[in-house]
């Protein structure tokens, strides 16, 4: 297994044939002048591409032989205009151009501010807004109380036991938090179309709060984790053993490095969607990673495979001693690639 860390994080879409993002540019700016793409995910076929501008959603049809892209619509997120930060599709989507979206037929979005939401993904041409539905933006975990301060930064599924879950991130200084949905759950609401009133409690709430050498290094006592991206490796889904992990979530924390947040089969006894646990399930295991900067061992160790120079703060010297600074570095993505041993 391979993760690949990023200082600057992109949205990619998997596009049919050779499609560069000036084209896309290009489409979007003949339908919307100003149009200043964002967010960004198409389906696994690349048949069919969502972009975000600001509040709206723009839903593109990619024909092959040639290439040819035609704007079904652009419409607001919701009554609100939600503005995504990251966005996914339901991976048991089955998008139609015609047809009122089905069930999976869902996009999940990190909204910042707003929260987190499901938008029914509707190619249907037409005036009327993106049906969205706010899925969680609590600070208490109550659904009634929708008032978090916290940053929704990033969303994604994973399967344990052959279930599907939804997994938010809710970044805030030193007080991030990872929340685990049941994806039927959140398919249910998006399919009921209310946009507020109708919030989901999380299953799980796994404090991010800060590396454990926080208060001893250095470089991270003046630092602060903040939940900045996740992925997940679901090598391990095919596996059904409770005491073996089904999927594991690498979390990237700025300065704060890596974290990763294991999930097995125990982790979620059997109940139906939908339904409190009857009895309180075991909590994930979560374990940080090496983090970098003046004082951490990468910096300071003698080990010859490793570069001091590499692994020390980032100095800003801006000629004026008063104003320099140095800062550690920071993760601000990560993906996972797995090489078929896990």
Known sequence: MLIRLALTGAALASLAGPVSSQEILDELIAVHPDSVPGAMVSDPDGRYLFVAEGGALAALHVRANPQV???????????????????????????????????????????????????????????????????????????????????????????????????????????????????????????????????????????????????????????????MAMDVDGGYAGTIQAGAEQAAVFVAMGSHGLVRVAFRVANFPARPCGLPWAVTPAPPAVRWGPVYGDGTWANTSSNPAFRRSWYGNFTYDVGNPDWNRTDPPRVLDVAVQNFGGG
């Open 69 to 227: 892209f035609a704007v079904r619509s652009k419409r607001p997120i919701g009554a609100t205009g939600v503005k995504p930060v990251r966005m996914i599709l339901d991976p048991e989507a089955d998008l139609a151009l015609d047809d009122a979206p089905g069930f999976e037929d869902v996009l999940y979005i990190a909204g910042g501010r707003s929260g987190l939401w499901a938008v029914r993904a509707d190619l249907r041409p037409g005036g009327a807004d993106f049906v969205a539905v706010r899925v969680d933006d609590s600070t208490d975990l109550e659904p009634a109380t929708q008032d978090s301060r916290r940053w929704c930064t990033d969303v994604d599924v994973m399967t344990v036991g052959g279930v599907r879950y939804l997994l938010a991130l809710f970044a805030a200084r030193s007080d991030s938090h990872l929340r685990v949905y049941c994806l039927d759950d959140v398919r249910g609401i998006a399919a009921a179309g209310t946009e507020l009133g109708s919030e989901l409690r999380p299953l799980y709430d796994v404090p991010l709060l800060a590396h454990p050498a926080a208060q001893t290094v250095p470089a991270l006592a003046a630092s602060e984790a903040l939940a």
